[in-house]
C-alpha cells in the first residue's frame, strides 16, 4: 500500500470545510456570513464536502498496481492520454500556492472570531455620502415614476416601491412566485399583508422599527417623508458618526444584507440628540423621536429629534434582511 500525500491533504482540506460550516451553524454565527433564507444551501454544501471527504479517503492509500496506473494514465493501445493532476505528480511551488489559497478561507474561519460589522465599516463604505444617494436615487426614481430607477440606491439596493398607480410590487423584490408556504424562510409576507402593513404604517402615529420591517419602513420613509413628518418613531441601532455631522448630530444605523455580508450596506437615520458627543461609535441605542426633515449636503432627509434613548445590548441578530414578498 502507497501513502499519497497529496490526497491526505486533500481530505483533510474537506473535512476542515465541513467542520467549519458546521461549527457556524452549531454556533449561529453562520447568519453573521449569509442572509438566512441560503441557510439550507449552507447545510447542504456542508453535507457535500462530507460525502466528498469520505470519496477522498479511499484515494488516500492504493496498491502499486493502481498507483502505477494512476500515475501514468497514458493508455497507449487507445492512443489515449489524460494529463491532468491525480494527485500523484511531484508537489511543486504551484501546487503550493494553489493549496494556500484553498485553505486561506480555513484559516480565517478557524482562527478569526466572526465579526460584526461596524461604524468602521460604514465609514468605508461611504457612511452618509450613502444615505444621501440612496435618498437622491429616491427621488429620482419617483420623479421618472419608473420602478426601474427606483431599485438602487447607491451601493444598495431597493425592495419596495409602492409609488406605482396600481400599488405594484417593485420587480427587485425577493419574490417567490407560487412559493410553498413550507419552504419559505421567515421575513415573508404576502402581497395583501405588504399593502396593508404599508397603509397601516400611514395611519399610525406611532412607527416601530421592528427588526422584520426596519428596511421596508425605512424605504417608505426615506421616500414619502413629509407623508411621516411629526409621527413618533422606535428604533433600535448602532451610533455612527462622521465627519460633518454636527455635535448634537449622529447616525442610527443598522447593516441590511440582501444575500451575504460582501454585499451588506448601511441604512439609518440622521437624529439629533443633545449628548450625541458624549456617545461612542458602535454603541448600541434604544430611542424615540420624533420625524422631521433636514437637509444634509443638499439632500432633503428624514431626521429624527430623540426625546428619549437607553444604551442596550448588541442584538443577537445585528443585521437586516430585505422583506421576502409573497406572490400567491
Same mark, same amino acid.
Given at each position: 500500500?502507497?501513502?499519497?500525500?497529496?490526497?491526505?491533504?486533500?481530505?483533510l482540506? /474537506?473535512?476542515?470545510?465541513?467542520?467549519?460550516?458546521?461549527h457556524l451553524?452549531?454556533?449561529?454565527?453562520?447568519?453573521?456570513?449569509?442572509?438566512?433564507?441560503?441557510?439550507?444551501?449552507s447545510?447542504?454544501?456542508?453535507?457535500?464536502?462530507? /460525502?466528498?471527504?469520505?470519496?477522498?479517503?479511499t484515494?488516500i492509500?492504493?496498491?502499486?498496481?493502481?498507483?502505477?496506473?494512476?500515475?501514468?494514465?497514458?493508455?497507449d493501445?487507445?492512443?489515449?492520454e489524460?494529463h491532468?493532476?491525480?494527485?500523484?505528480?511531484?508537489?511543486?511551488?504551484?501546487?503550493?500556492?494553489?493549496?494556500?489559497?484553498?485553505?486561506?478561507? /480555513?484559516?480565517?474561519?478557524?482562527?478569526?472570531?466572526?465579526?460584526?460589522?461596524?461604524?468602521?465599516i460604514?465609514?468605508?463604505?461611504?457612511?452618509?455620502?450613502?444615505?444621501?444617494?440612496?435618498?437622491?436615487?429616491?427621488?429620482?426614481?419617483?420623479?421618472?415614476?419608473?420602478?426601474?430607477?427606483?431599485?438602487?440606491t447607491?451601493t444598495?439596493?431597493?425592495?419596495?416601491?409602492?409609488?406605482?398607480?396600481e400599488?405594484?410590487?417593485?420587480?427587485?423584490?425577493?419574490?417567490?412566485?407560487?412559493?410553498?408556504?413550507?419552504d419559505?424562510?421567515?421575513?415573508?409576507?404576502?402581497?395583501?399583508?405588504?399593502?396593508?402593513?404599508?397603509?397601516?404604517?400611514?395611519?399610525?402615529?406611532?412607527?416601530?422599527m421592528d427588526?422584520?420591517?426596519?428596511?421596508?419602513?425605512y424605504d417608505?420613509?426615506?421616500?414619502?417623508?413629509?407623508?411621516?413628518?411629526?409621527?413618533?418613531i422606535?428604533?433600535?441601532?448602532?451610533?455612527?458618526?462622521?465627519?460633518?455631522?454636527?455635535?448634537?448630530?449622529?447616525?442610527?444605523?443598522?447593516?441590511?444584507?440582501?444575500?451575504?455580508?460582501?454585499?451588506?450596506?448601511?441604512?439609518?437615520?440622521?437624529?439629533?440628540?443633545?449628548?450625541?458627543?458624549?456617545?461612542k461609535?458602535?454603541?448600541?441605542?434604544?430611542?424615540?423621536?420624533? /420625524?422631521?426633515?433636514?437637509t444634509?449636503?443638499?439632500?432633503?432627509?428624514?431626521?429624527?429629534?430623540?426625546?428619549?434613548?437607553?444604551?442596550?445590548?448588541?442584538?443577537?441578530?445585528?443585521?437586516?434582511?430585505?422583506?421576502?414578498?409573497?406572490?400567491?
Open positions: 500500500m502507497i501513502f499519497n500525500f497529496q490526497q491526505a491533504i486533500r481530505a482540506i /474537506l473535512l476542515a470545510f465541513t467542520i467549519l460550516i458546521f451553524h452549531f454556533t449561529g454565527d453562520i447568519t453573521k456570513f449569509i442572509n438566512p433564507k441560503y441557510v439550507g444551501l447545510q447542504s454544501a456542508s453535507i457535500i464536502f462530507l /460525502l466528498l471527504f469520505f470519496i477522498q479517503i484515494r492509500w492504493t496498491n502499486r498496481e493502481n498507483h502505477h496506473d494512476r500515475c501514468h494514465h497514458n493508455h493501445d487507445h492512443n489515449c489524460h491532468h493532476d491525480h494527485g500523484n505528480t511531484p508537489f511543486t511551488v504551484k501546487k503550493l500556492f494553489s493549496y494556500l489559497i484553498i485553505i486561506s478561507p /480555513l484559516l480565517s474561519g478557524f482562527l478569526l472570531p466572526a465579526k460584526i460589522l461596524d461604524a468602521a460604514a465609514e468605508k463604505k461611504g457612511g452618509m455620502a450613502i444615505l444621501t444617494n440612496q435618498k437622491q436615487m429616491a427621488d429620482a426614481g419617483l420623479n421618472n415614476g419608473s420602478s426601474e430607477n427606483n431599485n438602487k447607491g444598495e439596493e431597493r425592495y419596495v416601491d409602492d409609488n406605482t398607480e400599488n405594484e410590487i417593485d420587480e427587485n423584490l425577493l419574490i417567490h412566485e407560487n412559493a410553498d408556504p413550507n419559505l424562510e421567515q421575513n415573508t409576507i404576502t402581497k395583501d399583508e405588504y399593502e396593508q402593513l404599508t397603509q397601516e404604517l400611514l395611519q399610525n402615529s406611532n412607527i416601530v427588526e422584520a420591517m426596519f428596511a421596508t419602513y417608505e420613509i426615506s421616500m414619502n417623508i413629509d407623508k411621516y413628518k411629526g409621527k413618533n422606535e428604533l433600535t441601532g448602532f451610533v455612527y458618526k462622521e465627519a460633518g455631522l454636527k455635535q448634537e448630530q449622529l447616525v442610527i444605523s443598522r447593516y441590511l444584507i440582501s444575500h451575504c455580508v460582501a454585499d451588506a450596506s448601511i441604512i439609518g437615520f440622521l437624529t439629533e440628540l443633545p449628548e450625541a458627543s458624549s456617545i461609535e458602535d454603541t448600541w441605542i434604544k430611542a424615540k423621536g420624533i /420625524l422631521d426633515v433636514t444634509y449636503n443638499g439632500t432633503v432627509l428624514p431626521y429624527i429629534k430623540i426625546t428619549n434613548w437607553e444604551k442596550v445590548s448588541e442584538p443577537k441578530e445585528p443585521y437586516l434582511y430585505p422583506l421576502n414578498i409573497k406572490v400567491l
